[in-house]
């Protein structure tokens, strides 16, 4: 065995300071080696198809409004190789303008003959990802689609029409090598069979994807039993296999799909919170194979850029959601997949002998290059509770180069810890060993890797500023405007009609659409604004309803559910006569606001009541302005300037807006606002202030964590839970220190978004100068409703405030923003 050669380097004793130790060469004295690792290059082992991330639900719909240069830094750290987590494929949806999670995407052919290759923002971001590796695998796959097909989604007119969206993507100059069927909603055999049939002719080089179910590989013995089923199909794709968001412990496949002669992937799996979900993803990497024999994997959504009231919030490998400051979160899950994506490519092989588990609760895979012996070995330690030694051999025409050590320290939340180059290594003899910590990613590789260092100028929690407005002019025909962001339907710019000129922005989709899993049966609607803090203002549109059997303008809007928006909606019928809805998706209903018992409410059950409603002199088909103004409790409904109705109602306290349809009609929007019709509250600046609690769930539950910090944030999707394994029971309190005596005389406060465990329901207010003797100087009771709540209290100084849940949903307490006010403020009453 050659002499050890003992790194020295300054990187490598910062590597240690961290808690990773280095390589080192053969024959190190010091630690017993625990395991080896034998790598050998002539081992068996499948081809590795790729790491991607998906784009679908509407989930990239915010990154198209960025602002460059942090538009291009969020595109570097995704698809750039040797800087972010160069992503080896990208899924896309085949817009089908139906919800199909948070969103509907445009279709590219909304009846026959009605082509048009630019709609959307899908093309852009293969362009982009192309542009950044133009080795990158392109994969399309359909949610919901046009309702003009006969027969169904199953039909020939669907196979002309993914033949046709393959047509658009040569037009972007753009390869696509993957499509599948409907996602998430079964198969029929002898439709891809027909396709497989259709796309040899035109399209030979595309590969076809069965059958992207949901944590169900029914499929893999459907192509085992059926050989022209088999013959038709070129991989064999299931969702979530590590089960849905949970730690990805165990990743199965099935023993027919594993049989068959043809890669398996998981091609579809949940990413998590940005900066949550590293450990399961490093997890679901190794175990993917090692468990299911799946050789590509695939995370949704590739970039969490939705408005946070939509459902499953940061969902994502990176946060975009501040499209109109330019900031965004980078967290630790882009460097968990760079660890594999760096050092590898599509086309390597993997190692069976180099891959497995060890003893001590760590799972390793070791890959190869086909053209030269560059190898590398991914090791990660999320199970593992004590450190480990291991030897790695390399053998059977392997790269005696050298070995580069990179690692992940998925314990820290210091983006410093992650995808640090610990230190180099000469395996001379073939062999070397490190000792491993428990909660990392270890990457042992010949092949370099560069960490990128990109940020935002931004910082985090700036709003869109109020006034808004929004007139249409400056865009070209069928074009999204922005931050507005389509539900259900679609919206885009068109020439205005009868008799104004410009540019307007119109519902298109007439033929309602192939809905998946039953979200697109409700009307066409699109949101815009801050969910953050929007809170007393007026918001007006120009509308020409023409044959529209109503048209919506939406106001306060706390969340949009399938079905449901919890926030206020003013209908204007044909007629001209008008409603004022209040509506809400929590589970509770409108009228708990008003003290009645909603304890038995079904969860997301949808409950509307009508608030107010007349008649206006209306024309259909003249242009008319319609206007909601909120100030605390009052809702003043306008008509063409006229106020035409009053009400007092304090269900829904702040949100964006929004502009609806009826199904499926079409009608156009012009001279959006949004302006302040009170003073805007002044909040201590989330930046400033640190929370505590009595109690918190900080483990990994569902894709998130609900420690402290969570409730002061500035993201509504995030919240501060109390203890439930095991329960702890209430009361509970939350604590800010808002890091230096302020004047302060209330707080408000936002329930969890999704209306469920945790809502207060009755509080207690203390403050404090030390933060040891508190003094009460509020209490009462809120409803159990998602609208943002309210406690104040004479004007005084402290640096610590208390909120204290004496009773809450489910014996729970939960927050998901608190703010504390200064004066002039003068918070209305909840």
Same mark, same amino acid.
């Given at each position: 065995m050659a002499s050890l050669r003992i790194l020295t380097r300054l990187v490598v004793v910062t590597g240690l300071l961290l808690g990773? !130790?280095?390589? @080192?060469? +053969?024959?190190?004295?010091?630690?017993?080696?625990d395991a080896t690792i034998n790598v050998d290059g002539q081992s068996a082992g499948r081809t590795f198809d790729g790491i991607g991330g998906l784009s679908a639900g509407a989930s990239s719909r915010l990154l198209y409004d960025y602002p460059d240069p942090e538009r291009s830094q969020i595109l570097d750290y995704l698809f750039k190789p040797g800087y972010g987590a160069a992503m080896q494929v990208l899924k896309v949806e085949i817009g089908g303008d139906?919800?199909?999670?948070?969103?509907? $995407?445009?279709?590219?052919?909304? #009846?026959?003959?009605?082509?048009?290759?630019?709609?959307?923002?899908?093309?852009?971001?293969?362009?982009?990802?192309? /542009?950044?590796?133009?080795?990158?695998?392109?994969?399309?796959?359909?949610?919901?689609?046009?309702?003009?097909?006969?027969?169904?989604f199953w039909s020939r007119d669907n196979?002309?029409?993914?033949?046709?969206?393959?047509?658009?993507?040569?037009?972007?100059?753009?390869?696509?090598?993957?499509?599948?069927?409907?996602? $998430? *909603?079964?198969?029929?055999?002898?439709?891809?069979?027909?396709?497989?049939?259709?796309?040899?002719?035109?399209?030979?080089?595309v590969r076809i994807v069965a059958a992207d179910q949901y944590q169900n590989w029914s499929v893999g013995t459907a192509l085992r039993q059926d050989p022209a089923f088999a013959e038709a199909v070129d991989v064999a794709g299931a969702h979530d296999s590590c089960t849905a968001r949970t730690l990805y412990q165990h990743c199965p496949s099935s023993a027919d799909a594993q049989a068959l002669d043809m890669p398996l992937w998981d091609s579809e799996t949940s990413s998590e919170a940005h900066d949550v979900g590293a450990g399961p993803i490093a997890r679901s990497l190794n175990r993917d194979y090692l468990d299911?024999?799946?050789? /590509?994997?695939?995370?949704?959504?590739?970039?969490?850029?939705?408005?946070?009231?939509?459902?499953?919030?940061?969902?994502?490998?990176?946060?975009?959601?501040? +499209?109109?400051?330019?900031?965004?979160?980078?967290?630790?899950?882009i460097w968990s997949i760079a660890q594999t994506t760096q050092f590898t490519e599509p086309g390597w092989r993997y190692l069976d002998s180099g891959s497995g588990y060890l003893d001590g609760g760590a799972s390793y895979v070791s890959l190869r290059s086909p053209d030269s012996g560059d190898h590398t070995t991914v090791v990660e330690t999320m199970d593992a509770t004590e450190p480990t030694t291991v030897r790695v051999a390399t053998t059977g025409g392997l790269s005696d180069g050298t070995v580069h050590e990179w #690692?992940?320290?998925? !314990? *820290?939340?210091?983006?410093?810890?992650?995808?640090?180059?610990?230190?180099?290594?000469?395996? #001379?003899?073939?062999?070397?060993?490190?000792?491993?910590?428990?909660?990392?990613?270890? !990457?042992?590789?010949?092949?370099?890797?560069?960490?990128?260092?990109?940020?935002?100028?931004?910082?985090?929690?700036?709003?869109?500023?109020?006034?808004?407005? $929004?007139?249409?002019?400056?865009?070209?025909?069928?074009q999204l405007a922005r931050y507005f962001s389509d539900v259900n339907g679609a919206f885009q710019t068109e020439p205005c009609r009868n008799g104004r000129a410009g540019t307007c922005y119109e519902q298109v989709v007439s033929t309602q659409p192939i809905a998946w899993n039953g979200r697109g049966n409700t009307d066409p609607s699109t949101v815009f604004g801050d969910p953050r803090w929007w809170g007393d203002y007026t918001v007006r549109?120009?509308?020409?309803?023409?044959?529209?059997?109503?048209? $919506?303008?939406?106001?306060?809007?706390?969340?949009?559910?399938?079905? /449901?928006? @919890?926030?206020?909606?003013?209908?204007?019928?044909?007629?001209?006569?008008?409603?004022?809805?209040?509506?809400?998706?929590?589970?509770? @209903?409108?009228?708990?606001?008003?003290?009645?018992?909603?304890? /038995?409410?079904?969860?997301?059950?949808?409950?509307?009541?009508r608030l107010a409603a007349g008649r206006a002199a209306f024309d259909p088909d003249s242009w008319h302005q319609v206007a909601l103004r909120f100030r605390g409790d009052q809702i003043t409904v306008l008509v063409d300037g006229a106020q035409v109705g009053e009400v007092r109602d304090r269900a829904h306290t702040a949100g964006q807006a929004g502009l609806a349809v009826s199904g499926w009609d079409r009608a156009q929007f012009d001279d959006v606002a949004v302006t302040p019709s009170g003073p805007t509250p002044q909040f201590v600046p989330q930046a400033d202030v640190s929370a505590t609690a009595t109690t918190a769930h900080t483990a990994n539950y569902r894709g998130y964590t609900f420690d402290a910090s969570r409730a002061v944030d500035d993201r509504p999707e995030t919240?501060?839970?109390?203890?439930?394994?095991?329960?702890?029971?209430?009361?509970?309190s939350i604590t800010l220190d808002l890091g230096g005596q302020r004047s302060v005389n209330g707080l408000s406060y936002q329930p969890r978004l999704d209306g469920s465990n945790g809502m207060m329901t009755a509080y207690d207010v203390s403050v404090s100068d030390d933060g040891s003797t508190y003094t009460p100087v509020a209490s009462g009771n809120w409803a159990a409703t998602t609208s943002t709540k309210f406690a104040s209290w004479p004007e005084r100084s402290a640096r610590y405030v208390r909120l204290t849940a004496t009773a809450g949903v489910g014996g729970f307490a939960s927050a998901a923003e608190i703010r504390v006010a200064q004066p002039p403020t003068s918070l209305p009453p909840s």
């Open positions: 990773v !130790t280095a390589v @080192s060469g +053969p024959g190190t004295a010091g630690a017993a080696t139906t919800d199909s999670t948070d969103g509907a $995407e445009p279709s590219h052919m909304r #009846a026959p003959g009605d082509l048009d290759c630019d709609r959307g923002y899908e093309w852009w971001l293969m362009e982009e990802a192309k /542009a950044r590796n133009p080795n990158i695998k392109l994969y399309g796959l359909e949610w919901g689609a046009p309702g003009y097909f006969s027969g169904g196979i002309d029409y993914i033949k046709s969206w393959l047509g658009c993507a040569q037009r972007h100059g753009l390869s696509v090598d993957y499509v599948g069927g409907w996602n $998430e *909603s079964g198969f029929d055999k002898g439709w891809y069979e027909q396709l497989d049939q259709a796309l040899a002719t035109s399209y030979p080089n299911g024999r799946m050789t /590509a994997h695939i995370y949704w959504s590739l970039i969490a850029a939705w408005y946070p009231d939509l459902p499953i919030a940061d969902t994502g490998l990176m946060l975009a959601e501040w +499209p109109w400051s330019g900031y965004y979160s980078i967290g630790s899950s #690692a992940t320290d998925l !314990t *820290s939340t210091n983006q410093s810890d992650y995808f640090v180059h610990v230190g180099d290594v000469d395996p #001379a003899g073939g062999s070397y060993q490190a000792t491993l910590q428990p909660g990392h990613v270890y !990457t042992f590789t010949t092949m370099p890797g560069h960490k990128g260092l990109a940020r935002p100028s931004a910082s985090a929690g700036e709003q869109l500023p109020v006034p808004f407005q $929004e007139n249409f002019d400056g865009y070209r025909p069928e549109t120009d509308v020409l309803p023409e044959n529209s059997r109503y048209v $919506e303008l939406w106001g306060r809007v706390e969340r949009k559910d399938p079905g /449901a928006v @919890s926030g206020y909606r003013l209908r204007l019928m044909h007629d001209g006569s008008w409603q004022l809805l209040g509506q809400d998706a929590s589970g509770t @209903s409108v009228s708990a606001a008003r003290g009645t018992d909603c304890s /038995a409410c079904a969860p997301h059950a949808v409950h509307t009541t919240y501060w839970h109390s203890e439930f394994q095991p329960h702890a029971p209430l009361p509970q």
